[in-house]
């Protein structure tokens, strides 16, 4: 079936549909002949058959029929007579020529004389079913009414009976007839009886001859009789006997109907017209009271000439039928196939291209509806063909977009980065790997801050988002790393993508590698900020500089200071050896003053021999004066410069911020007049801008000088002042304080010259002198008073901290012999703050050697209750700013009181300093301080004078 079909869609419709009507016409023949033929072969053999059966029982009926009114005629006859010969007695007996008797018995030998055939007789009954006269005269008088015949003759009396009888002595009954008249008179039922077979010579055949030659069957068919010995009774047109009568094939046709008797049989003949050999059939039945067959024969081919007929209009039919298949398979074929090339054409057409073709096929079939689904597929594709066109204009537009885009992408000096919204990147260009030396695959997914520097805050970078997500937008130069490590700047700006939605669906980056730009802006900054023969700054990077230098001593609070620096004789060296040596010169210059400033000091090249340095959080003039002469004797070496050895002295001019000048331009200035005051004052040297601030230097300086030779000529003292106990009225120790007595008597107070002596280093030296004078002082006292005073030796900050301290305390003790024990080291607060750790350490070993400590000018600093407690102190001694206003303000009162109680609560002694007046001391003696210094008692004095002073005490 699979294969038909395959087959069947390898060929044109045409062609399926002439196969196909063939196939089916061949299939009815095939039907036909193998189903319907036979089955109507069957129905007309069978209806001629009935015919010829029907024809030999009409026939057989009809011989039948004609035996039964021979019969009953011939009874009838017979009962008739009898009846009219019974009256002709009975008109005897009534005319009284017989008595009814004689009557009776004459009509009784007269009914049973007659014969009737060879065993037929008559007989009479009584209506009372007795009978009455009968040829066996035992049965006369006997009832017999039992027998149903009898009822029957009983009931009619008159006319016609059949029946079947034997007698008792016979086996098998046999037909019978009987004629009844009926002789009321006598009431007797005359009955002709006889055996109906008897009367078979009494049919005349001629009867009925003519009726059965005028029956016809089809063409040729017709009916006989034969009767015993193949006598023919009734033929059409055959007589007589037929003994001998074989059909062509030798068969005993007659005879052998005759044996048969009921049936059918077949024999052939040959026709006398045709003179062929035909089929024949004969159909018979017996007629057993004559002993006759009837029978009904025929052509058989003229039986199954209708059949023919069929097969005749079959064959033709098909002939028919196949001739008429090509021309209807033609014709339906083209009905579909026309429209359908019709269509493939239309299809076709539009393959190449013509979209505005339709089918103009209206039909209401499949086709019409096949035309209209291409028309509306035509029209929907013509209409999707248009968006196409548009959208593929569009699309070629946008591929040309992107192409250009990408290659701008590609091709961009800027590194390009696309991230998503999350911020992890997408997509990044070469120009990217080149930059930063990541691979493009390396970054993906990865987000951006993996070429984060360190070099931002967490501000930056949050500042910068915060602009992106309000504006959408953030440009500026960042610092980013590269692969490799190192960090490089780059101008970046940052676009967020949005959809149709306004949403952020991307982040654009795109950068440019600023670091050569950078660099040459650098070295452009750098060029114009900078001298190219020193490559020191120049005028306007130090301007800027000194600017930002003095805004933040404004807010620091401190100073800052210019050297204006020029060259004493360069004029003459540039002159006489040539610029090219004068440049050597320069450079050598600045080389020289580099060596000695810092780095967060600025030096700068006005031009020409002329320098400017800047310093910054200068401490105060001297620390000034100090770097100036460190700079001068800097000069003070020769320069060689190509063989020559020359001394190049130099001027300076100081000013200092905010004294002399609040802007850079005004600090220049003030700072070159000074130094033209240097030149003036004879060169190699400095000049203060302010008058007096140079005299105030000047004259330090030279006490500077007087200190070292003071140091060396010992020209210092010692002097001592009392401390009274006030609670027992007895002196109970002494200060020592150094005096300097210069050659010319005058006495400078150390409050001048223990600071220079602090900076220059000279306190040591003077620190060990009035030790060792304080222990000598010592024994002195104790020999010419007898006093074993506690003498407190002040001792300073740079002392504390001079690694030599602790070893020659010992030296000085050792030799001195004095107690160390009743020697007090007096440091002020704010040397405990300083390096604590190692101040404790050399604190402890001080304490350990006997000495006992004392905080002077205790309530200046900021010392906490636990901060002295890390301390091993003895005493703290009340700064003289406290009692000096402890009389006028009260408050100063209660911070005495405050010390005093805190004192008490550390276990500390407490004395108190610079007492003048009695009012001072009653108030300390009422807040609880008894130890008393001051001029009150006694001012410091020379041994000399202190010796009769303690003597005279009391
Ligand atoms: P200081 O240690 O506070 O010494 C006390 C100062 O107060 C002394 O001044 C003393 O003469 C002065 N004084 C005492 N009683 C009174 C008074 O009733 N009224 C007034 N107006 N002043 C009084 P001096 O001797 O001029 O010493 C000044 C500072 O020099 C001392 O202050 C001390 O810090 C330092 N000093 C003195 N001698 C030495 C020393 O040998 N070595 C060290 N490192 N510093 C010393
Ligand atoms: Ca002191
Ligand atoms: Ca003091």
Request: charged letters at 25%; a negative charge.
């Amino acid at each position: 079936m699979m294969k038909l079909s395959i087959i069947m869609t390898r060929l044109k419709i045409r062609s399926r549909l002439t196969l196909s009507f063939s196939a089916i016409t061949i299939f009815a023949i095939i039907l036909c002949a193998g189903t319907i033929y036979p089955l109507v072969k069957n129905i007309v053999q069978n209806n001629i058959e009935n015919e010829l059966i029907n024809t030999t029982s009409t026939v057989a009926d009809m011989v039948q029929a004609a035996i039964n009114v021979s019969v009953r005629n011939h009874l009838r006859a017979v009962s008739e007579t009898n009846l009219q010969n019974i009256q002709t007695i009975y008109e005897e007996y009534k005319s009284g020529e017989l008595t009814e008797a004689e009557a009776k018995n004459k009509a009784e030998k007269l009914i049973l004389n007659q014969k009737i055939g060879k065993k037929g007789y008559n007989y009479c009954l009584h209506s009372n079913g007795s009978i009455a006269v009968h040829p066996n005269s035992k049965l006369v008088g006997i009832n017999v009414d039992n027998f149903d015949f009898i009822q029957k003759q009983l009931a009619l009396k008159t006319g016609y009976i059949e029946y079947d009888w034997a007698n008792p002595n016979e086996g098998d009954k046999k037909a019978k007839a009987l004629f009844m008249a009926y002789f009321k008179p006598w009431d007797w039922i005359i009955s002709a009886s006889a055996y109906r077979n008897d009367f078979v010579s009494l049919v005349n055949a001629e009867d009925f001859r003519e009726k059965i030659k005028a029956v016809r069957l089809g063409k040729s068919g017709y009916v006989f009789i034969i009767g015993k010995d193949e006598e023919v009774i009734v033929h059409p047109w055959i007589s007589g006997t037929m003994k001998e009568f074989y059909d062509i094939l030798g068969y005993q046709v007659l005879s052998d109907i005759y044996q048969k008797k009921n049936g059918k049989i077949k024999y052939n003949l040959v026709d006398q017209n045709s003179k062929k050999n035909r089929e024949k059939i004969a159909i018979f039945k017996y007629l057993p009271e004559m002993d006759w067959i009837v029978a009904s024969s025929m052509y058989t081919d003229e039986i199954y000439y209708p059949l023919k007929q069929i097969i005749y209009f079959i064959i033709f039919s098909i002939f028919i039928s196949l001739v008429l298949a090509l021309p209807l398979s033609a014709l339906i074929g083209n009905s579909i196939t026309i429209p359908i090339n019709k269509l493939v054409a239309l299809f076709s057409d539009a393959a190449k291209g013509n979209w505005t073709t339709r089918s103009k096929n209206n039909s209401p079939d499949e086709i019409g509806v096949l035309s209209r689904k291409f028309n509306k597929f035509m029209d929907d594709f013509q209409g999707i063909q248009c968006n196409l066109s548009t959208e593929v204009a569009t699309r070629q537009e946008s591929e040309y977009q992107r192409k250009l885009f990408e290659e701008v992408f590609n091709n961009a000096m800027e590194g390009i980065t696309i991230t998503d919204f999350n911020g992890n990147i997408i997509k990044a260009n070469p120009a990217f790997t080149t930059i930063t030396g990541y691979d493009v695959d390396e970054v993906i997914g990865k987000n951006p801050n993996i070429l984060k520097s360190n070099k931002h805050g967490k501000d930056f970078y949050k500042t910068m988002w915060e602009e992106i997500v309000e504006t959408g937008h953030w440009v500026g130069e960042i610092w980013n790393r590269r692969k490799n490590g190192e960090s490089f700047p780059e101008l970046l700006s940052i676009s967020a993508i949005h959809d149709s939605s306004n949403e952020t669906t991307h982040y654009v980056a795109v950068f440019h590698d600023i670091t050569e730009m950078k660099s040459k802006e650098k070295q452009i900054k750098y060029q114009s900020h900078h001298d190219a023969l020193t490559g020191l700054p120049n005028r306007v990077l130090l301007i800027d500089r000194i600017a930002m230098a003095i805004s933040r001593a404004r807010r620091q609070n401190t100073k800052l200071s210019l050297f204006y620096l020029d060259l004493d004789n360069f004029k003459t060296i540039n002159d006489s050896l040539g610029h090219a040596l004068g440049d050597i010169i320069l450079q050598i210059t600045a080389n020289r003053i580099s060596e000695i400033f810092g780095n967060q000091d600025i030096i700068s090249r006005l031009g020409g021999d002329e320098f400017v340095i800047m310093i910054e959080d200068v401490k105060d003039e001297f620390h000034l004066i100090n770097q100036a002469e460190i700079l001068l004797k800097a000069f003070s070496k020769p320069y060689k410069v190509n063989g020559h050895e020359l001394y190049v002295s130099t001027s300076l001019g100081i000013t200092l911020y905010p004294d002399d000048g609040e802007d850079p331009g005004t600090l220049i200035k003030n700072a070159d007049i000074a130094m033209y005051q240097a030149k003036e004052e004879g060169k190699n040297g400095y000049h203060m801008f302010k008058q007096e601030m140079h005299d105030r230097i000047e004259r330090r300086l030279n006490i500077e000088n007087a200190l070292r030779q003071a140091v060396n000529k010992n020209e210092f003292a010692v002097f001592y002042q009392p401390k009274v106990n006030i609670k027992t009225g007895k002196v109970y120790g002494l200060e020592a304080l150094i005096r300097w007595v210069q050659p010319n008597g005058e006495v400078i107070s150390p409050a001048e010259f223990i600071p220079l002596a602090e900076e220059t280093g000279l306190i040591i030296d003077i620190g060990k002198f009035v030790f060792k004078e304080s222990c000598i002082i010592q024994r002195e006292i104790i020999e010419k008073t007898g006093l074993n005073l506690i003498i407190s030796i002040n001792v300073s900050g740079r002392q504390l901290k001079h690694h030599d301290l602790i070893e020659d305390i010992k030296n000085i003790v050792d030799n001195s012999g004095c107690h160390s024990k009743k020697i007090e080291l007096e440091i002020t607060e704010s040397m405990l703050m300083d390096n604590t750790e190692k101040t404790i350490a050399t604190l402890n070993q001080i304490s350990a050697m006997g000495f006992s400590l004392s905080i002077d000018d205790f309530g200046t600093g900021y010392s906490s209750l636990a901060y002295l407690k890390k301390f091993p102190i003895n005493t703290l001694k009340i700064d003289r700013s406290f009692i000096t206003d402890m009389a006028d303000h009260g408050e100063d009162e209660s911070i005495v009181q405050t010390i005093i109680d805190m004192s008490k609560n550390l276990k500390l002694k407490v004395v108190a300093e610079g007492v003048e007046t009695k009012e001072q001391a009653e108030i300390l003696k009422k807040l609880g301080c008894y130890r008393i210094q001051g001029y009150l008692y006694a001012k410091p004095m020379p041994i000399n004078e202190l010796i009769p002073f303690l003597i005279n005490w009391e």
